[in-house]
């Protein structure tokens, strides 16, 4: 069983950067492909980019593009969100999941099979 835990969700100001993690333990993690979600207060959860494990070939939601960078470290068996440019719209819970099914580059939350418990992100002067 997959166990995923996000951290680095902190208060930060606007155009400020921060780097979340995703740290997978539990099973070989580098068969996974990532993605990290958000959700905000009364919204839908929204994919923002993801990872596939070995080729680490990335995909990004168009909204994401140009501020978000998703990486990974299999030796450590943890993937990486960096933002930069935060604005207040940014504000929400993260999450990373991993997709069962190997190499796919998923884009939508039902595709994913495990979840982290989240990491709060506030964007606010």
């Known amino acids: 069983q997959l166990q995923l835990v996000e951290s680095g969700g902190a208060s930060v100001q606007p155009g400020g950067s921060l780097k979340l993690s995703c740290a997978a333990s539990?099973?070989?993690?580098?068969?996974?492909?990532i993605g990290w979600f958000r959700q905000a207060p009364g919204k839908e959860r929204e994919g923002i980019a993801c990872?596939?494990?070995?080729?680490?070939?990335?995909y990004y939601t168009d909204s994401m593009k140009g501020r978000f960078t998703i990486t990974r470290d299999n030796s450590k068996n943890t993937v990486y969100l960096q933002m930069n440019s935060l604005k207040p719209e940014d504000t929400a819970v993260y999450y990373c999941a991993a997709d069962g099914v190997r190499s796919r580059l998923a884009t939508t939350a039902s595709e994913y099979d495990y979840w982290g418990q989240g990491t709060q992100v506030t964007v606010s002067s």
């Open positions: 539990g099973s070989p993690s580098d068969y996974y492909s």
């Open positions: 990872i596939s494990g070995r080729n680490q070939n990335t």
